[in-house]
């Protein structure tokens, strides 16, 4: 019985509170905000891999071991590899490493932030962290590419807009840096502009997040983007994928104040370009896509499109309607798990469908799907779901 | 049907590589904790079997075969016969996979003459007593008319399958295996393959499906469960979509 | 030699739905729970994929989810005189396997027992005088209604069972079954809507007095939030219920109730592939210390912990306490010894009708969807001018029309060739049935023991089951058949056959899953082997949970009152058990 009674002393026990912490909780929370699980893992000891178009970067081990970690680090040298992406020793940082979000911190964000890691439990873990290709396995280019692409300029507090907007405008610009997955990049990977209009990404399509009532989240409220944030799911979409992570790690932890504000911020982008509109001449793969749908999708999403409480819609899920079908090809091919929180616990699945339908069947449902029940969205075409079918079978 | 061994190997492999990704230290085996495991493409669908030749029976006794799942099914205007339909090209395709070879039951002696209620009691696998009966029942009908049974005419053949069912023929078998067990056990296979999904080698072109009105398939009948009394619209699906 | 294992505060055999039950209360206590499965992982997106559950041959014929009989099979005998042969393949009942166990391919039928089965040797001996039950080994099961009652509670509101009450503390509620005994809420969904044959049921037995309801079904009307927070959809009448597992989250099973949350609590582990071998006690066999399993490897191991719970199924708990040595074997000719006692099962019978011109549509079906009337079960009708005991549940029930098994024909019709097939296509859309489900009493020469000649692949002897119908339970079948004749002439159909059921269980045929007893609960140690808190008599740290619990079977699906005894024992060790461990009940 000793165990039992041991876990029970240690459930019950009052943990001491150190003195310093209320900087180190406000470091926690910045740690979750910039989702630094996300890349190191839930030790923080790096390890995870990040694939890229260059090559595979290796999250690096930011647990305090002397080592293998940072603990060598001082608080300077860690303000300066969160801002300027310099680590000790002159090393220049990838900006997988999201220095310049992470330049918007303030000094007293920075210096909670260090203060909790210092508390992190060490871990000895060496990480081989460049994997990258020839040439930009060499960091010395990155000296040029901060050169050309890392101007941050302080995010400008606007006084006609609301302190939630504001609040807002500097969590989704800074420590939140939504951008490094939802900005368009350019053939250097920096964003080719702050607009979060979406990008194809790892295999997935990170979501246009303007206002774009198609591809964007026009048709949301800002409830609906409070719940998605906060519980990975809400009447409208689920999150899987690496957006999944994000929930897990960091907007389901995150207060509802500063997922509010978020939203608010999000709300008022104004709307893309757009997906392109809806497909035109398509009778045909219409036709057979709703005969398709009916036997293959419909038990789960509902003839109506509307899913259930469980499964998501896909009438007017934003998700759907991405100028990419990336994501949604992936989910139909490979299958998909929704994130699990503890306020959303369920994480359903969807199931893999790649080995019943071919490429044609495929794309027929996607674009039945994208063009139906007020959904509007170009059509996905055979090759292109050919071409996912075949880097997910690479497992690139 | 996949092997079963196969499936287990591979559903081993999603287990462990889940297990890897999120267990901490611990136990041997598939120790799973901290998270619900899920992979991509995971699962174990079903393979459609190849159309094209014999796997089991040899010329003879997939003759035999066609001729006898013909007979339990002719064809007429309901549907095509139980050959057309794929019956026989099902059976062989089972008794050459797992099912032929009992890997699913307990197959331990010792092998004792049971009570009815005790259920089938003999040492031989599906395939084993196919191919006893199928020899034996060659036998018989060589002795009788002098003729293999795909050979006798439709009337001679029913007859032959009658005196089977209603026990009246004894094939020269072993102790353990009944005649009437054989004929059980080649009505069962023959009836599975006429309405099993047509993955499997039978029901081509969900002949049975379409002939009694089942939609196979098809996973959602919510907008016809207050529909009382009136017939279903659609007609069947398979499990690889085919309508 | 066995590898040994850091110990857990609990060590879980099975992870069924009493074993995540189980699970998920002890972790949430604060325990350290492991438990090892002897089948694999299963979930729904994964491996029960929506475009190839509904394979009739893979999952209903070739049984692909169940226990095969190679892993794990079992010897019977109708009596003692007789010997006990492996069933070589399983027929009359078809135990689960893997996670999830049976609660991933049942129908879903998800009833509680009543009042008068908690004690029902006194209730009958009150009703009818002791004589009247002499030839029965009926006996009171050590826990009441009242105490119990929260926990029918908690696991209905688990599964989010769709249904009507009945009586609501006391109250009778319309459209409810009048005879269940009082529930202190509503069901959490309301009931599945009903396809043609149940609602010409209802329409029928109504217009002759009895009392019809909706079945209470795990297969969930609408979409519902469960009190772990874990969402399930609603059941879309596939009619790929029983015997497959379900593709859209709207069968209640541990996969959609339970494992989203245990999984991700760290005090829990799950070991699957892994076969417990037998409970390791103590020297003087007072105390168990450990489990034996061998792991996916084959490697052997020793998992210690201060809780051992059996949470298999009935069957194998029993077999798992013959192995270790957990309480003594019962002796049908002394009385003598306790694990193996009581064991019974369930006395069916069923009535099918032929009309012309009809559309039953009976693929579109679910597990539970159905009608249901009481007025024949338990002791719901005075019993003091019939020569038995017990009754039967009536349930119009349309599960499938899964067309390799379930194609019926006119009595008469040829089995094959041209006239079969015509029969055929009459009867798939013109017939319906519904069926008995009766009581099963215990008497003294029904038992479970270790078989003497047979072993599995361990070598470990297969478990015996010595079982025939009572004459009582006969007598109680005949009489209910009797009713059904009755019944079926309300619907005038062109042609009706009501089976009826004859001595000589047979093991072929599929019959149900609803084995119980063996190791039954109660409030004396000599005539039970677990107290009422789930608690072996014999060694006070192992808990044996599921149905080898149930001193007898009721005409009602067994799996609601395995859940509520699963949430009874947890509430025992986590308010009892673990400020004070030792036996709960003192003889």
């Avoid at chain 1, 409480?309 to 989910?331: H, S």
């Avoid at chain 2, 995971?42 to 796997?55: I, K, M, S």
């Avoid at chain 3, 059941?235 to 991700?264: D, H, I, W």
């Amino acid at each position: 019985m000793k165990t039992i009674l041991k876990t029970l002393a240690a459930a019950l026990a009052v943990v001491a509170v150190p003195a310093a912490a209320q900087t180190v909780n406000a470091g926690k929370y910045q740690v979750i905000i910039g989702d630094c699980e996300g890349c190191h893992g839930k030790d923080l000891a790096g390890g995870v891999e990040l694939q890229t178009p260059f090559g595979k970067l290796v999250s690096s081990n930011i647990t305090p071991d002397k080592d293998t970690g940072i603990g060598n680090y001082s608080a300077e040298d860690f303000k300066q590899a969160m801002t300027k992406g310099v680590a000790p020793g002159g090393k220049r940082l990838y900006p997988a490493m999201p220095y310049p979000y992470y330049a918007h911190l303030d000094d007293r964000s920075l210096t909670d932030m260090w203060n909790y890691l210092k508390t992190v439990k060490p871990v000895k873990k060496s990480i081989n962290v460049n994997q990258l290709r020839f040439p930009y396995n060499l960091r010395i280019g990155m000296l040029g590419w901060n050169a050309m692409f890392f101007h941050p300029k302080p995010i400008v507090q606007d006084p006609a807009k609301s302190a939630a907007w504001n609040r807002g405008a500097y969590l989704v610009n800074g420590p939140a840096h939504c951008g490094a997955c939802h900005a368009p990049k350019n053939m250097f990977g920096a964003d080719k502009s702050t607009a979060l209009t979406g990008t194809s990404l790892q295999g997935w399509f990170a979501s246009d997040l303007t206002g774009d009532r198609h591809a964007g989240l026009g048709a949301w409220s800002v409830a609906d983007i409070v719940e998605y944030l906060g519980t990975g799911r809400s009447n409208r979409s689920m999150a899987s994928g690496p957006m999944a992570e994000v929930v897990e790690y960091s907007t389901s932890q995150m207060s509802n104040a500063d997922l509010t504000a978020i939203a608010v911020y999000l709300k008022d982008l104004p709307p893309s370009r757009g997906n392109g509109g809806a497909a035109t001449g398509v009778d045909v793969q219409m036709k057979a896509g709703a005969v398709a749908y009916d036997i293959s999708c419909a038990a789960c999403h509902g003839r109506d499109g509307k899913g259930s409480a469980i499964f998501p819609p896909l009438a007017g899920n934003a998700n759907i309607t991405q100028v990419r079908a990336d994501t949604i090809v992936r989910m139909v091919l490979a299958g998909g798990k929704a994130v699990a929180t503890p306020t959303a616990p369920t994480g359903p699945g969807m199931p893999s469908l790649g080995w019943r339908l071919n490429n044609d069947q495929v794309a027929n449902i996607l674009t039945y799907v994208r063009n139906n029940w007020g959904n509007q969205a170009p059509a996905v075409s055979p090759e292109t779901v050919g071409r996912i079918r075949g880097s997910l079978r690479s497992g690139s | 049907m996949q092997h079963p061994s196969r499936a287990l190997s591979r559903r081993s492999l999603l287990a462990s590589a889940a297990a890897m990704a999120v267990l901490a230290g611990s136990a041997d085996g598939k120790s799973l904790s901290g998270t619900v495991p899920w992979s991509p493409f995971a699962g174990e669908p079903p393979r459609p079997v190849n159309p094209l030749g014999w796997y089991f029976f040899n010329p003879g006794e997939a003759a035999t075969i066609e001729a006898i799942v013909d007979r339990f099914i002719p064809g007429d205007h309901l549907s095509p016969g139980g050959k057309a339909c794929g019956c026989a090209v099902y059976i062989d395709r089972q008794l050459a996979g797992a099912f032929g070879q009992a890997s699913r039951l307990y197959m331990k002696g010792p092998f004792m003459p049971g009570l009815p209620t005790q259920g089938f009691q003999g040492d031989l696998t599906p395939a084993g007593r196919y191919r006893l009966g199928l020899r034996a029942l060659a036998d018989y009908t060589n002795t009788t008319y002098k003729k293999d049974f795909r050979a006798l005419t439709a009337e001679q053949q029913d007859e032959v399958l009658a005196g089977l069912d209603g026990g009246k023929i004894t094939l020269k078998l072993k102790p353990g295996f009944s005649s009437k067990e054989f004929f059980e056990l080649m009505l069962q296979n023959t009836m599975e393959g006429f309405f099993a999904d047509p993955l499997y080698g039978g029901n081509k072109n969900m002949a049975s499906w379409k002939m009694i009105g089942f939609p196979g398939a098809r996973y959602d009948y919510r907008d016809h469960i207050d529909k009382h009394n009136q017939p279903y619209p659609n007609g069947p699906v398979s499990i690889y979509g085919q309508v | 030699m066995a590898r040994l294992l850091p110990k857990k505060d609990a060590v879980i055999v099975g992870l069924g739905w009493t074993g995540s039950i189980l699970a998920q209360q002890l972790t949430e206590a604060g325990l350290n729970v492991v438990a090892i499965e002897r089948g694999p992982w299963r979930d729904t997106p994964t491996d029960f994929n929506i475009a190839y559950v509904q394979d009739e041959l893979r999952y209903a014929i070739r049984k692909e989810l169940f226990l095969q009989p190679n892993v794990e099979a079992m010897t019977m005998r109708n009596n003692a005189g007789q010997r006990a042969l492996p069933m070589r393949d399983y027929g009359s009942f078809l135990p689960g396997h893997g996670v999830g166990g049976a609660g991933v391919h049942w129908n879903g039928h998800t009833w509680r027992f009543w009042e008068s089965d908690f004690q029902i040797k006194t209730h009958l001996t009150r009703r009818y005088g002791a004589a009247k039950i002499k030839n029965l080994q009926l006996q009171d099961w050590g826990v009441t209604w009242n105490e119990i009652e929260h926990s029918f509670d908690a696991f209905e509101y688990l599964c989010g069972i769709s249904g009507k009450a009945g009586n609501i503390k006391g109250q009778i509620q319309a459209g409810g079954n009048p005879f269940e005994s009082p529930r202190s809420r509503e069901y959490p969904t309301p009931p599945m809507q009903m396809s043609y044959a149940p609602s010409l049921f209802a329409e029928a037995v109504k217009g002759m007095g009895y009392h019809p309801f909706p079945t209470p079904s795990a297969n969930l009307s609408e979409a519902y939030v469960n009190s772990l927070g874990v969402r399930m959809g609603q059941c879309t009448f596939c009619g790929f219920c029983e015997r497959f597992a379900c593709g859209n989250y709207s069968k209640s099973s541990p996969q959609t109730c339970v494992l989203p949350v245990l999984m991700k609590n760290p005090n829990f582990e799950a070991r699957t592939d892994c076969e417990v071998l037998k409970v390791n006690l103590t020297q003087d066999g007072k105390m168990a210390k450990s489990v034996t399993y061998i792991d996916a490897t084959g490697t052997e191991c020793e998992q210690p912990g201060d809780i051992v719970l059996l949470c298999a199924y009935g069957l194998m708990n029993v077999r798992m306490m013959l192995l270790s040595k957990i309480g003594a074997q019962y002796d049908p000719v002394s009385g003598q010894g306790t694990v193996g006692r009581n064991y019974c099962y369930q006395t069916s019978s069923g009535a099918r009708m032929f009309f012309e011109g009809k559309h039953f549509n009976p693929f579109i079906g679910a597990g539970s969807m159905g009608q249901s009337m009481d007025d024949f079960n338990g002791d719901a009708f005075d019993h003091s001018k019939v020569d038995f005991v017990g009754g039967a549940g009536l349930n119009c029930v349309v599960s499938n029309g899964r067309p390799i098994s379930n194609r019926p024909t006119m009595p008469g019709s040829p089995r094959w060739g041209a006239k079969w097939k015509q029969a055929t296509v009459d009867g798939y859309q013109n017939s319906m049935g519904f069926s008995a489900q009766g009581s099963s009493y215990p008497v003294r020469e029904n038992y479970l023991d270790l078989d003497p000649s047979y072993t599995d692949r361990h070598g470990r002897p297969l478990l015996r089951v010595t079982f025939d119908f009572p004459d009582n339970d006969i007598a109680m079948s005949h009489f209910i058949s009797g009713q059904m004749e009755k019944i079926t002439k309300a619907f005038n159909p062109k042609f009706a056959a009501v089976s009826r059921i004859k001595k000589g269980w047979d093991s072929v045929p599929y019959q149900s899953t609803h084995n119980t007893g063996g190791a039954i609960m109660g409030g004396n140690p000599k005539t039970s082997a677990v107290n009422k808190y789930l608690q072996s008599w014999d060694v006070p740290n192992v808990f044996v949970i599921g149905a080898s619990a149930f001193a007898h079977n009721a005409g009602l699906n067994p799996t609601g009152v395995v859940g509520a005894l699963a949430y009874w024992a947890a509430e025992a060790i986590t308010t009892k058990y673990i400020k004070s461990p030792g036996a709960l009940v003192h003889a």
